[in-house]
């Protein structure tokens, strides 16, 4: 059988599933330049999460909203380290959850529930659309974050009449030394690398972190410009728009690593 993508050359920027994409491109021939940027750890200080999760189980949410399938994940670790796993999911059939895309529905699925809206676009403005049309006046709503305080959604739902708990079960840290990310913007800027491939946000912030700590930003962009870059979905690609960086390959749904590899191989067999 022939691979599509002999002789080609995909830089990662995954970390969590990096080697199951490392191994569907190399199947297709590819040279996959591992590089992750950044990895996701527990937040490490489990009081302010195991708090929201005493406020899920005691049914004070009438609304959650899941921004992220990750922060489910975790959430329900954290659970399970307690032994309140089965009243958390308990709890969460329960209660109105609002997916903000299919991933956070997938891990809904895990568990054996399925979400009871799902928001039109998986963005914070297509969570805000769902909301728009609920009755928020007096209500308590539990609102995973990820990454960073979500201000935009939070005003809404306070200006909506609501009483917004957070949680943020995770944050990111560096999953690589910042040499090496110098040395794979000194590639792109070589042009040895045929596709830069991204899968959110954090990795795209944290390439650009060490370039201007590095004095390398002028080599990013220039290799940016002539690399096809890859994201694995439309908020993504907006976040590399709104940088400067043209977006070649983007899935306009189904946004899974399998997906993504077959767009990947459509765009450079053309």
């Keep these: 059988m022939p691979r599509s993508l002999k002789g080609r050359t995909i830089a990662l920027a995954e970390a969590r599933q ?8 190399e199947s297709e ?3 996959a330049l591992r590089c992750p940027m950044v990895s996701i750890l527990d937040a490490p200080d489990p009081a302010p999460v195991l708090a929201w999760l005493d406020e899920l189980c005691a049914d004070r949410f009438a609304y959650v909203i899941l921004m992220t399938g990750e922060a489910l994940r975790r959430l329900l670790h954290f659970a399970q380290r307690e032994g309140r796993r089965d009243a958390c999911i308990a ?6 959850s609002i997916a903000r895309g299919p991933k956070p529905g ?3 699925k895990e568990i054996g529930l399925t979400p009871t809206r799902v928001a ?8 805000i659309e769902i909301m728009r049309r609920e009755p928020l006046q007096g209500q308590t ?3 995973t974050l990820y990454g960073e305080p979500n201000p935009v959604l939070e005003q809404f739902l306070l200006s909506a009449g609501a009483y917004v708990h957070t949680v943020m079960p995770y944050i990111y840290a560096p999953a690589t030394d910042d040499d090496r990310v110098a040395d794979l913007i000194a590639q792109l800027d070589n042009g040895t690398v045929d596709v830069m491939l991204f899968t959110s946000s954090a990795q795209v912030d ?3 972190e060490v370039a201007k700590q590095r004095g390398l930003h002028e080599a990013l962009r220039n290799g940016l410009a002539h690399t096809r870059i890859a994201a694995v979905g439309p908020v993504l690609a907006e976040h590399l728009r ?3 960086v043209k977006v070649d390959i983007c899935p306009e749904q189904g946004f899974v690593m399998k997906n993504l590899v077959q767009h990947i191989k459509r765009t450079l067999a053309e």
Excluded: F, H, I, S
Excluded at 120 to 127: A, D, L
């Design 18 to 25: 990096l080697e199951e994409l490392a191994q569907m491109l």
């Design 29 to 31: 021939g590819a040279t």
């Design 91 to 96: 709890a969460l059939a329960r209660t109105t």
């Design 106 to 108: 997938q891990v809904l």
């Design 120 to 127: 039109p676009t998986p963005t914070t403005e297509g969570v």
């Design 141 to 143: 709503v539990g609102v």
């Design 206 to 208: 944290r390439l650009y």
């Design 242 to 244: 709104q940088l400067g």
